[in-house]
């Protein structure tokens, strides 16, 4: 799922040396309101995702894959924890931040919508 290229321990760029963790969450929990009581469907989540790693999540329909995937750069806010990207922790950032945040970031999800005159790339 990540993958860095070309990072070394001299960059000023922001992104994470290799072997350092590039996302980390610690005790993340989302829970939803619902009509029948609240839905929890992160319930202390705490891991953390090397920098160049490959990394998947499989689990049941509706078993919080993708929730846990939006709270990577915030298109869904955790309920608790934290989510720490490239060492900086996104719930303290601000809205000109998160859209720094969310161009560093690539991510198609199960129901996506690409423009198909666009690169892989340009979307």
């Avoid at 869904?76 to 931040?97: H, M, N, R």
Wanted: aromatic letters at 6%.
């Amino acid at each position: 799922m990540w993958r860095t290229m070309g990072c070394d321990d001299n960059n000023d760029n922001g992104a994470v040396a290799p072997g350092h963790a590039a996302v980390v969450f610690k005790s993340v929990g989302k829970t939803y309101p619902s009509s029948g009581g609240p839905v929890h469907a992160l319930a202390e989540i705490s891991l953390e995702v090397p920098a160049g790693s490959i990394f998947g999540i499989i689990g049941r329909s509706g078993a919080g894959k993708s929730s846990l995937l939006r709270t990577i750069n915030r298109l869904e806010k955790p309920s608790s924890g934290q989510v720490i990207v490239d060492g900086v922790d996104i719930g303290t950032l601000g809205e000109a931040e998160l859209v720094a945040l969310r161009r560093r970031i690539g991510m198609i999800f199960q129901h996506f919508n690409l423009l198909s005159a666009k690169t892989v790339y340009e979307n």
